[in-house]
């Protein structure tokens, strides 16, 4: 028999009044631990159920009553996410090509699909329509320029990768040097198939 | 025993993705091999920097060997390779060529005649879409150009006394005795 206390929940809330010291009695083999709470160890016993779990791990929000309060019932963490999430820079982040006036909207579809597949090279794990970086904004705005020349897709990427080499395009082409790189998962499945079969056989 | 063998495989697979991954740790990223090496310099005409008037064209990289730098005034990291540059200058045994990079003309004068001028003639690229020609994507970048106008190595970052003396003398001295 193991005897521990309800846990306390993060962040220094206070349990409802009814919960607060309440001591679980069980069995070691019909208790079982939540990892919802990761400073105290917290044991319910199985019989206690869904509802009073989710109870005990969702602390009440102070903004509710008393009533609420004692219940366990409160949101406050979600609350808090959700307040996190809408002032977040990436709510006020504009798309690349706003500063930018298309004819029509496949060339800024065109535009978009170029930025997106294209990587940026001061800032490594930027594509170019996410990268702030001058340089980016310099190869957007030769981007726009071609596409307003009606320049193809390909004709774009080859400019492109003519001056930066294949690092901007995220498909390496398939060429001598990159025949392992392509060929290399078929290989390796082509290896398993082989390995299993001899083992099963 | 060959199922024995086959039991090592995955062990042997570990070990060879382990030396690539490996081998990765001592690359530098940042370091993109230029695809014009090799190749003439794209053609480029630029105004010169100490005469607006006049014109710096990339044909003039012919007939002996050269460096070509990609600088601005405001890269710090080209401060602090300008006094190998100056260096290199004195020793005459190749020409610097400048390039400079989305620069204001007075604050890169003003540079120029403080610390030293280390170039035979400088490119002013204002908007910078020569340097995007040349795959330029940062500064300081440095170009070694053979008699050919062809464009031999390409080194990313400050030039210091040792890389001079290891990687781009050497260089520029081989080329120096070809036709």
């Not at chain 2, 740790?25 to 310099?41: D, G, T, W, Y």
């Not at chain 2, 540079?111 to 908007?127: A, C, M, R």
């Given at each position: 028999?193991?005897?521990?206390?309800a846990?306390?929940?993060?962040f220094?809330?206070?349990?409802?009044?009814?919960?607060?010291?309440?001591?679980?009695?069980?069995?070691?083999?019909?208790?079982?631990?939540?990892?919802?709470?990761?400073?105290?160890?917290?044991v319910?016993?199985?019989?206690?159920?869904?509802?009073?779990l989710?109870?005990?791990?969702?602390?009440?929000?102070?903004?509710?009553?008393?009533?609420?309060?004692?219940?366990?019932?409160?949101?406050?963490?979600?609350?808090?996410?959700f307040?996190?999430?809408?002032?977040?820079?990436?709510?006020?982040?504009?798309p690349?090509?706003?500063?930018?006036n298309?004819k029509?909207?496949?060339?800024?579809?065109?535009?978009?699909?170029?930025?997106?597949?294209?990587?940026?090279?001061?800032?490594?794990?930027?594509?170019?329509?996410e990268?702030?970086?001058?340089l980016?904004?310099?190869?957007?705005?030769?981007?726009?320029?071609?596409?307003?020349?009606?320049?193809?897709?390909?004709?774009?990427?080859?400019?492109?990768?003519?001056?930066?080499?294949?690092?901007?395009?995220?498909?390496?082409?398939?060429?001598?040097?990159?025949?392992?790189?392509?060929g290399l998962?078929?290989?390796?499945?082509?290896i398993?198939?082989?390995?299993?079969?001899?083992?099963?056989? | 025993?060959?199922?024995?063998?086959?039991?090592?495989?995955?062990?042997?697979?570990?070990?060879?993705?382990?030396?690539?991954?490996?081998?990765?740790?001592?690359?530098?990223?940042r370091?993109?091999?230029?695809p014009?090496?090799?190749?003439?310099?794209p053609?480029?005409?630029?105004?010169?920097?100490?005469?607006?008037?006049?014109?710096?064209?990339?044909?003039?990289?012919?007939?002996?060997?050269s460096?070509?730098?990609?600088?601005?005034?405001w890269?710090?990291?080209?401060?602090?390779?300008?006094?190998?540059?100056?260096?290199?200058?004195?020793?005459?045994?190749?020409?610097?060529?400048?390039?400079?990079?989305?620069?204001?003309?007075?604050?890169?004068?003003?540079?120029?005649?403080?610390?030293?001028?280390?170039?035979?003639?400088?490119?002013?690229?204002?908007?910078?879409?020569?340097?995007?020609?040349?795959?330029?994507?940062?500064?300081?970048?440095?170009?070694?150009?053979?008699?050919q106008?062809?464009?031999?190595?390409?080194?990313?970052?400050?030039?210091?006394?040792?890389?001079?003396?290891?990687?781009?003398q050497p260089?520029?001295?081989?080329?120096?005795?070809?036709?």
């Amino acid at each position: 028999m193991i005897t521990i206390a309800a846990p306390h929940p993060p962040f220094g809330h206070p349990l409802p009044q009814g919960e607060r010291g309440k001591e679980v009695i069980g069995s070691a083999k019909n208790l079982f631990t939540t990892p919802a709470d990761k400073h105290t160890l917290e044991v319910y016993p199985l019989s206690a159920g869904k509802k009073q779990l989710k109870k005990l791990s969702f602390f009440p929000s102070p903004l509710a009553g008393e009533g609420a309060r004692r219940a366990g019932e409160g949101y406050c963490h979600i609350f808090i996410i959700f307040l996190f999430l809408l002032f977040s820079p990436t709510l006020f982040a504009a798309p690349a090509h706003n500063i930018y006036n298309f004819k029509t909207v496949k060339q800024q579809n065109q535009f978009d699909e170029l930025t997106q597949n294209l990587r940026c090279l001061v800032c490594q794990n930027q594509t170019l329509a996410e990268s702030n970086a001058p340089l980016a904004q310099d190869l957007r705005a030769q981007i726009f320029q071609m596409i307003q020349n009606q320049k193809s897709n390909q004709d774009i990427k080859n400019y492109l990768i003519q001056r930066y080499g294949n690092f901007v395009s995220y498909t390496p082409p398939f060429n001598p040097s990159t025949y392992l790189l392509w060929g290399l998962p078929g290989l390796l499945l082509l290896i398993g198939i082989f390995i299993i079969r001899r083992l099963s056989s | 025993m060959k199922i024995k063998f086959m039991l090592f495989i995955p062990l042997i697979l570990f070990m060879i993705v382990c030396a690539f991954l490996w081998r990765g740790l001592s690359l530098n990223p940042r370091e993109i091999p230029s695809p014009f090496i090799n190749k003439p310099v794209p053609g480029f005409s630029l105004p010169e920097l100490y005469h607006s008037d006049r014109k710096f064209n990339s044909q003039e990289l012919q007939g002996h060997v050269s460096l070509l730098n990609i600088f601005a005034s405001w890269c710090i990291s080209c401060r602090v390779e300008h006094p190998v540059l100056m260096d290199i200058r004195s020793q005459k045994t190749v020409l610097i060529y400048g390039l400079d990079y989305k620069d204001s003309r007075d604050t890169v004068l003003k540079w120029l005649h403080k610390s030293g001028n280390p170039y035979q003639k400088i490119g002013f690229d204002e908007t910078g879409n020569t340097a995007i020609n040349l795959g330029v994507y940062g500064t300081p970048e440095t170009f070694v150009i053979d008699k050919q106008g062809i464009i031999k190595y390409k080194y990313i970052g400050p030039i210091t006394e040792d890389v001079w003396q290891s990687e781009l003398q050497p260089e520029v001295q081989k080329l120096a005795r070809e036709d």
